[in-house]
Every structure is written in structure tokens, then in C-alpha cells.
């Protein structure tokens, strides 16, 4: 039993990575029907930029909030080069001028930092916390509850603000949002800053954990794309659950089967899942746009 808790703790970790992830792609598609496949590559700022700000003797809550406003503008500056001025072009290009800009990004970090491997302290210390029998990291605590904050956080934003349901407007109808004054360019260049804002939070709370380098964003992209699909393209909530599957799924696998091939069956299942259920475990807003 000890073992199976210890699966379930490490599993929600990393889905709480993924739910981040998959909420940033989930932010830029509802506003502006847009995936964003550099998304990967706000985790990497986030950590890496902490790294090395908090090396040059900075506080790392400091360097945590520089990191955060780095991958903020590096998200602006993103929508206001490469989206907004292919307004109109077909989604695969779209998709292409995303992939491109990942791999721009990471050529950047590379030659801006370095090609090695690093970690951030953890925020409450290294020793484990005994539950049920499973150790659990401390640093895992604050993933899962930082993406439990953020969660309630945008829910609110989205929910409770003008702002929040000018996003929402622009989501459901582009069209309609600016024949009603949403400003809506504005609306989707802060869809872009938002989402690499929580990318960048991830990366930062994750690091302590799993290390970060200039290339890790690649494989996390993909795998926040993975649970964005499988609980439902443009569902936020979705986007949360699929990534909390995602995570429970490559866990278990990996301590129960082999963990050679925990990615391998990851997409497998969510192939199946897709190929049954195209919408995704909890389907999405189904949107006439004129």
C-alpha cells in the first residue's frame, strides 16, 4: 500500500506540472485559436532564468519574480512579432511559426546560459514527509498546491472580472467581442503573457524537483499538449484533469510495468482515448465562429 501512495504522490506532482502546461495552451487557443507549441519553452525560462539570477546572489523569491517577467515579455514579444502579424493565416502555419519559435528560443537559452543541467534549492528543505508509508517530497506540496492557487486564481480572473469576461468574449466570438468594444488584441496579447506566466510558475516550482536545462521545455510541451487533448482542447478544467491523468498514467506505469516505456503508453492510451472520444474525456465548448 506504502508503494502505491508513493506512485499517487509522485504522479500528482508531475500531472500538476502537465495541468500548467496544458492550461497555458488552453488560455492561448480559447483566445485566439492558436496552439502553442513554445509554451515548453516558458517552464525552461521559468527555471532556468531563477537559476541563474538567484546565482548571481539575488533572492530567490526576487529571481522567481524576475523569471516570471521575463517569460511574460518574452510571451508578448512572441504575439506582437510572430502571431499578430500573421493574423489570418491558415492554423498549420500558424502551428509552424510556434515550432519555429520554440526551436528559437531554445537556440537563445543555450548560447545565453548553458548546455548543462541545474536545480533550485527546494522551498521548505529535503527531508520527506511520511504519508501512508510514501515519502513524499516537501517541494512536491508546493507544486500541487501552486497549481491549485493558480487554478482558483485565473477561475476568478476569468469568472469575477471585466477583464476576465472580455477574454471569455473574445474566446466565444472574436467578432462579436469587437463589435461590443473588446479591445481584442489586447485581449489575446494578455492570453499570451498570462500562459507564459504560468509556464514560467511551473518551471519554477518544478525545478527543485526534476532539474532544468535549455531543452526541457520540448518534452514538456508535448506532454502538456497530450493532457490538454485528452481532457478537452479549450476546457480549462479539462486541461487540469487530463494533466493530473497524464501524470497518474506515466506514474503508475512506470513503478507497476517498466519506466522505459512510460511515454510510449502515456500517448498510446491517450491515442485510444482521442480515437473513441475526438472531443476528449470532457469535451469542450463547441463554438460557431462568423
Do not use: C
Amino acid at each position: 500500500m506504502a508503494e502505491f501512495f508513493q506512485f499517487l504522490a509522485s504522479g500528482l506532482t508531475v500531472g500538476a506540472v502537465y495541468a500548467l502546461v496544458a492550461l497555458g495552451f488552453t488560455l492561448v487557443y480559447n483566445a485566439s485559436d492558436v496552439v502553442n507549441f513554445a509554451q515548453g519553452e516558458f517552464v525552461m525560462l521559468g527555471g532556468m532564468v531563477t537559476v541563474f539570477v538567484s546565482a548571481a546572489g539575488v533572492p530567490l523569491p526576487l529571481a522567481a519574480v524576475i523569471a516570471v517577467i521575463v517569460a511574460i515579455a518574452v510571451g508578448l514579444l512572441l504575439y506582437w512579432l510572430a502571431i499578430e502579424p500573421a493574423r489570418g493565416a491558415s492554423a498549420v502555419t500558424l502551428i509552424i511559426i510556434t515550432i519555429g519559435a520554440s526551436i528559437l528560443l531554445r537556440g537563445i537559452a543555450q548560447i545565453v546560459f548553458d548546455k548543462q543541467f541545474h536545480k533550485l534549492p527546494s522551498f521548505s528543505g529535503d527531508t520527506p514527509v511520511n504519508i501512508l508509508g510514501a515519502a513524499v517530497q516537501p517541494q512536491s506540496f508546493w507544486v500541487i498546491g501552486g497549481t491549485a492557487v493558480i487554478v482558483i486564481l485565473l477561475y476568478a480572473f476569468l469568472e469575477r472580472t471585466i477583464l476576465g469576461k472580455a477574454v471569455l468574449a473574445t474566446a466565444a466570438n472574436r467578432l462579436a467581442a469587437r463589435l461590443v468594444g473588446i479591445n481584442t488584441t489586447t485581449v489575446v496579447a494578455l492570453a499570451f503573457g498570462g500562459s507564459a506566466a504560468i509556464g514560467a510558475i511551473a518551471g519554477i516550482l518544478i525545478t527543485p524537483i526534476t532539474l532544468t536545462s535549455y531543452d526541457v521545455g520540448t518534452l514538456l510541451a508535448l506532454k502538456g499538449f497530450a493532457a490538454a487533448m485528452l481532457g478537452g482542447m479549450g476546457n480549462p478544467l479539462g486541461a487540469v484533469a487530463g494533466g493530473l491523468l497524464l501524470g497518474l498514467l506515466e506514474s503508475f506505469g512506470a513503478g507497476y510495468i517498466s519506466s522505459t516505456y512510460k511515454d510510449a503508453f502515456a500517448f498510446i492510451v491517450i491515442l485510444l482515448v482521442l480515437v473513441a472520444m475526438p472531443q476528449g474525456l470532457f469535451g469542450r465548448r463547441i463554438v460557431e465562429r462568423v
